[in-house]
């Protein structure tokens, strides 16, 4: 998982708690994702930032906020958890050939 | 929109046979990347094989090859000498560029588990 670093690796949330996940690269790319994965299904994308200061939605950005302080770290917030945001969290990076993607060893959200 | 097709949820095969994945996917775009990723039990994201759509030749990668018809929207992965370590979740993925123009994203289809046996 050399390149990007998530943190926590695991999460166990009540209904309506917040949270941050947070992710950092080392690789100085101006381009972060956050995908999300649920059970039986590939990734979808959150939210994505293509430098820093600047942040898009994906396909399923509801729930969340995202923030792109500076080129290495790429956070993203859950203000009030649901069930429905228990999932595992991908933050990506472009690999080493144009268009790729390189993946973060994910984080795993439980919310009761 | 770009829509990714794995019909496959499940597949098996013995060690040191021939397996074939398939996935089709829906686009209007001419130049695009497709690719695959193995998930295996530690949930990382691993990339297998990728193609460029302009390339009429399929990519290979060791024993991993593609089989890429454009027309057809077909994106097949052939694993050859199948391993015990090719037991997987495989996801075909497409590349898709946003509408804010400000970057390219993944679009991933359901996966296939795939369990090879001994």
């Known amino acids: 998982n050399a390149g990007v670093t998530q943190t926590p690796k695991f999460q166990v949330l009540k209904t309506g708690q917040s949270m941050t996940l947070q992710c950092a690269q080392d690789?100085?790319?101006?381009?972060m994702y956050w995908y999300r994965q649920d059970p039986g299904m590939g990734l979808r994308l959150i939210y994505y930032?293509?430098?820093?200061?600047?942040?898009d939605k994906g396909e399923v950005p509801n729930g969340y906020n995202v923030s792109r302080l500076n080129k290495r770290e790429f956070s993203l917030r859950l203000e009030s958890a649901a069930p429905s945001q228990t999932s595992v969290y991908f933050c990506?990076?472009?690999?080493?050939?144009?268009?790729?993607?390189?993946f973060g060893p994910g984080t795993r959200l439980t919310v009761l | 929109a770009q829509t990714v097709t794995q019909s496959q949820p499940e597949m098996s095969v013995q060690e040191a046979e021939t397996v074939t994945l398939s996935c089709t996917y829906d686009?209007?775009?001419?130049?695009?990347?497709l690719f695959w990723y193995k998930q295996p039990p530690s949930r990382q994201m691993i990339l297998v094989i990728r193609q460029e759509a302009y390339k009429q030749q399929n990519a290979t990668e060791n024993r991993f090859s593609v089989n890429f018809q454009k027309a057809a929207k077909s994106f097949s992965l052939k694993i050859s000498d199948s391993q015990l370590g090719d037991t997987a979740m495989y996801f075909c993925?497409?590349?898709?560029?946003?509408?804010?123009?400000?970057?390219?994203?993944?679009?991933f289809g359901k996966g296939t588990s795939l369990l090879v046996t001994p």
């Open positions: 990506a990076i472009p690999g080493t050939r144009l268009n790729e993607q390189f």
């Open positions: 686009t209007s775009e001419n130049n695009y990347y």
């Open positions: 993925a497409f590349m898709k560029l946003y509408p804010s123009n400000s970057g390219y994203a993944l679009n």
């Open positions: 690789m100085n790319h101006n381009s």
């Open positions: 930032s293509a430098s820093e200061g600047t942040t």
